[in-house]
């Protein structure tokens, strides 16, 4: 980028990987980072709420569903968990957008800040279901919603729209797709030839595989410990925008006003 100072870091520092200066391989790196924490944190809201809470097709179905059906409390519910997830895609376009125009390394970090804090918030009021569900399970349900939303879109601008870390039904079909590429059956006659594209079938499999992980980890640590378990997973996020946003804090930047442009 003009303008911007060149990176006097070793890109492979995890506290790094958020910068905006960085490789094909961070982003990997990264994204197999956010789908671990993902996994994990949709596994912690399914025990809190009973649902899953990055899954907008399954909303977007139960909408449709609860209208024939005339459950129209349950229509409005969805509606504002989309809105959530909406409205955290958004706010990452615009905390990105608004730092990239003034040239700050932590323009892909500072929304990772905003989820830390929430998933924080979350274990707070996952902790205080059982004494107010009435109260504490709605609002869980739209933190949650707005997470995966807000991190979905981070890793989306990075790796411009190559890599998702919430929507593991368009992963699992590119594996699908590149697989039957894989075993397809060439004529010898054939000028033609499929050929899959194993980067992308690795890149989606390790994707797949660490939410799966996350996942696991997480039902498990919910489970056995409670809601401190999004202790470390804020933590690990607080790991990956270390460098970016103690390099504008460093400089003073953290909060500058946009460059004037001379007449």
Not at 42 to 64: D, K, R
Not at 72 to 100: D, E, H, K, Q, R
Not at 111 to 121: C, D, K, Q, T, Y
Not at 188 to 217: D, Q, W
Request: with cysteine; charged share 10%.
């Amino acid at each position: 980028m003009s303008g911007s100072k060149q990176p006097t870091h070793p890109p492979s520092h995890p506290h790094w990987w958020t910068d905006i200066h960085r490789s094909t391989a961070v982003n990997l790196r990264l994204g197999i980072s956010l789908c671990f924490i993902a996994g994990a944190t949709n596994a912690g809201g399914f025990l809190a709420v009973g649902q899953y809470t990055s899954h907008m097709t399954g909303l977007l179905s139960s909408i449709a569903d609860n209208l024939v059906l005339g459950q129209f409390g349950l229509i409005t519910a969805s509606l504002a968990a989309i809105a959530a997830f909406l409205g955290g895609a958004m706010t990452t376009a615009w905390m990105v957008n608004w730092s990239m125009r003034r040239h700050l390394r932590s323009a892909f970090a500072r929304p990772l800040v905003v989820e830390a804090g929430l998933l924080l918030l979350f274990g707070l009021f996952g902790a205080a279901i059982n004494l107010f569900a009435d109260f504490f399970a709605p609002l869980t349900v739209l933190i949650l919603c707005f997470i995966m939303g807000l991190q979905n879109a981070v890793i989306t601008k990075i790796s411009n729209a190559e890599i998702r870390t919430t929507h593991v039904t368009g992963l699992i079909t590119d594996i699908g797709i590149e697989i039957g590429k894989l075993l397809y059956y060439h004529r010898s006659e054939s000028p033609i030839k499929v050929i899959a594209n194993r980067r992308k079938l690795k890149i989606h499999l390790s994707l797949t595989s660490a939410f799966l992980a996350g996942g696991l980890i997480g039902a498990f640590g919910f489970k056995f410990w409670g809601y401190i378990t999004t202790v470390p997973l804020a933590l690990l996020l607080v790991l990956l925008v270390w460098g970016p946003i103690s390099d504008d804090i460093r400089s003073g930047r953290i909060a500058p006003l946009p460059p004037r442009h001379q007449p």
